[in-house]
């Protein structure tokens, strides 16, 4: 029987499209079936039941997590819900949380230097065989950042994904259960270019002229995908079928 991945895209914002997950599986497991339900949760929507879901996948968006909208309070009771349920809550209790990132924004395509741990794990747990590099270029933009007071205050198994010189914490993982990434890799730089002329129409013009400049630059997105991919088909050995996977893009709601 060919596997399946059963995915409830949670769009918060802009439409992701899931060709880029598509195309990984092509690649990397060409009998995989990939099932893609989406919702929009700013509009309250959300799946009747989780019985056919393997992954949830939270978008990116315009609005903050730090905002106050109603539609913004309910997914992270949401997220939180769903997680707690089969294990234990996400990480608010272990002082982390997201706001306003000093340094302003962080724009175009960085750099991000994976961390040693989360790299051997997930090639690890993976369902094929990839190796992991270094670092991944990823196209970014948000003003957001997480705020973790030390590395371990994670409680066991969860680690961070890797970091820029801008941002320190650049996704945060726990195997086979939790992929959050700060950056974009569902957005290519005409995607990205456009969303920034709109954000950077009262900005200085050169602020939005050197925006522009660094997200006009190549990326790692097909391989983001697949790194993606591969947390999906992780296998954590649980028994229980409604043990879900979340995999959130942009600011996390993690606080």
Same mark, same amino acid.
């Given at each position: 029987?060919?596997?399946?991945?059963?995915?409830?895209?949670?769009?918060?914002?802009?439409?992701?499209?899931?060709?880029?997950?598509?195309?990984?599986?092509?690649?990397?497991?060409?009998?995989?079936?990939?099932?893609?339900?989406?919702?929009?949760?700013?509009?309250?929507?959300?799946?009747?039941?989780?019985?056919?879901?393997?992954?949830?996948?939270?978008?990116?968006?315009?609005?903050?997590?730090?905002?106050?909208?109603?539609?913004?309070?309910?997914?992270?009771?949401?997220?939180?819900?769903?997680?707690?349920?089969?294990?234990?809550?996400?990480?608010?209790?272990?002082?982390?949380?997201?706001?306003?990132?000093?340094?302003?924004?962080?724009?175009?395509?960085?750099?991000?230097?994976?961390?040693?741990?989360?790299?051997?794990?997930?090639?690890?747990?993976?369902?094929?065989?990839?190796?992991?590099?270094?670092?991944?270029?990823?196209?970014?933009?948000?003003?957001?950042?997480?705020?973790?007071?030390?590395?371990?205050?994670?409680?066991?198994?969860? =680690? @961070?994904?890797?970091?820029? $010189?801008?941002?320190?914490?650049?996704?945060?993982? +726990?195997? #086979?259960?939790?992929?959050? %990434? /700060?950056?974009?890799?569902?957005?290519?730089?005409?995607?990205?270019?456009?969303?920034?002329?709109?954000?950077?129409?009262?900005?200085?013009?050169? =602020? @939005?002229?050197?925006?522009? $400049?660094?997200?006009?630059?190549?990326?790692?997105? +097909?391989? #983001?995908?697949?790194?993606? %991919? /591969?947390?999906?088909?992780?296998?954590?050995?649980?028994?229980?079928?409604?043990?879900?996977?979340?995999?959130?893009?942009?600011?996390?709601?993690?606080?």
């Amino acid at each position: 029987m060919s596997p399946s991945l059963r995915i409830a895209m949670f769009n918060t914002d802009t439409l992701v499209p899931t060709d880029l997950l598509v195309a990984a599986a092509s690649r990397c497991v060409p009998d995989l079936t990939i099932e893609c339900t989406e919702y929009d949760i700013q509009k309250f929507e959300y799946p009747p039941s989780l019985v056919d879901v393997d992954v949830i996948l939270v978008t990116g968006s315009a609005s903050s997590s730090c905002d106050a909208d109603e539609w913004i309070r309910r997914l992270d009771d949401y997220v939180r819900d769903v997680y707690k349920n089969h294990r234990h809550s996400l990480l608010r209790e272990y002082g982390v949380c997201v706001e306003k990132d000093p340094k302003g924004y962080e724009l175009g395509v960085k750099e991000i230097r994976l961390h040693g741990g989360f790299r051997k794990t997930l090639a690890n747990g993976s369902a094929f065989s990839r190796e992991i590099p270094d670092s991944l270029r990823v196209q970014m933009i948000h003003a957001d950042h997480v705020v973790i007071p030390n590395p371990e205050a994670l409680p066991q198994n969860w =680690m @961070l994904v890797g970091a820029t $010189d801008h941002c320190a914490v650049q996704g945060i993982y +726990e195997p #086979a259960r939790i992929f959050m %990434l /700060q950056g974009h890799f569902e957005f290519n730089r005409f995607v990205n270019m456009g969303i920034l002329k709109v954000f950077g129409l009262k900005w200085d013009p050169q =602020m @939005l002229q050197d925006g522009l $400049d660094a997200v006009d630059a190549d990326d790692d997105a +097909e391989f #983001a995908a697949e790194l993606v %991919l /591969q947390f999906m088909l992780e296998k954590d050995g649980a028994e229980d079928a409604t043990h879900r996977k979340v995999t959130g893009l942009l600011s996390p709601p993690l606080g």
